[in-house]
C-alpha cells in the first residue's frame, strides 16, 4: 500500500525572515541610539537626549555608528524586499487589509478581543507591518539626502531641501520609536509570538477546512 506523504506543516515565519528581523533590530537600535547623539549635537526641538542613552560618546563616534549600521539595514531591508516579493510573503501574509476587515479588527482590539493565530498576521498587523516598512524606506531616503546633499541634491530637492528632509528624517525616526512601543506592548501580551520569531516553530492550521 502506498501512504500519501503528510504535507509539512509550513512554519509560523521562515528561518531567512527570523534572521532578517532579529538583524533588523539590531541595526535600528544602532541607528536610534546614535541618531540620539547626532541629534543633540543641533537639536530641532526644544529639548536634547541625556547622553548617557546614546551611542557613540560624541558626535564624531555617533556619526561612525550611524554610517556603519546604515549599511547594515539597509542590506538587510533590500534582502527583506526581495525575499518577501520572491518567495510570495508580502502577497501571502501582508497583502493590505479592506476598510471593512480594518474596522472589525479595530473594535476587537479596542475590546481586547483581537483573535491571533501563530504565523498569520491580523488586519491591524498587516496596516502596521507594511506601515513600517515604508517608514523605514523613507527614513533612509531622507537619511540619504541630509547626508550627501550635494551627490543626491535631486533626492534633497525632492524631499523640499536640506532642513525639510531633516525634519521628515526625525519625524520617521519618531514614528518607529511609536511603532517599536506599540508593537513590543503587543508582543508582551501575546509572548507565544515572540517563541515564534526565535525559533522554528509551525503556523497554526486555518480555520477552514
Ligand atoms: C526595529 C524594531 C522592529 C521592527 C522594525 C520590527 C518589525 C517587524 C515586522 C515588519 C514584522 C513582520 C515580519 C514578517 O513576517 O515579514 C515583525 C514581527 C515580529 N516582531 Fe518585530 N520589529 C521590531 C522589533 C521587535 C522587538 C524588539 C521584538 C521583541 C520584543 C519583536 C518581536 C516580533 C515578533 C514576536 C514578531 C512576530 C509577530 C507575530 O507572529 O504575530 N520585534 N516585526
Not at 507594511?130 to 531622507?142: E, K
Request: proline share 7%.
Amino acid at each position: 500500500m502506498v501512504s500519501t506523504p503528510k504535507r509539512a506543516r509550513r512554519p509560523a515565519h521562515p528561518l531567512p525572515i527570523r534572521l532578517m528581523h532579529w538583524t533588523g533590530v539590531y541595526a535600528m537600535a544602532c541607528m536610534i541610539l546614535s541618531g540620539l547623539v547626532i541629534y543633540n549635537a543641533s537639536p530641532l526641538l526644544p529639548f536634547s537626549f541625556p547622553r548617557w542613552a546614546g551611542l557613540g560618546g560624541w558626535l564624531g563616534g555617533a556619526l561612525a555608528w550611524h554610517l556603519s549600521a546604515m549599511w547594515l539595514l539597509f542590506a538587510d531591508g533590500a534582502a527583506y524586499l526581495i525575499y518577501g516579493f520572491m518567495s510570495g510573503h508580502f502577497r501571502r501574509d501582508l497583502h493590505p487589509p479592506t476598510v471593512p476587515e480594518l474596522a472589525l479588527d479595530i473594535r476587537d482590539a479596542l475590546k481586547f478581543r483581537l483573535a491571533h493565530r501563530i504565523g498569520h498576521y491580523n488586519a491591524v498587523q498587516r496596516l502596521l507591518y507594511a506601515g513600517i516598512v515604508v517608514v523605514m524606506i523613507v527614513a533612509v531616503l531622507t537619511g540619504l539626502s541630509i547626508w550627501k546633499p550635494v551627490q543626491f541634491g535631486w533626492l534633497t530637492g525632492l524631499f523640499g531641501g536640506y532642513p525639510i528632509a531633516r525634519g521628515i528624517h526625525l519625524t520617521m525616526m519618531l514614528l518607529i520609536v511609536a511603532f517599536i512601543v506599540l508593537h513590543v506592548t503587543l508582543v508582551v501580551l501575546y509572548p507565544r509570538t515572540l517563541v515564534s520569531m526565535v525559533v522554528n516553530v509551525a503556523a497554526e492550521q486555518d480555520e477552514a477546512p
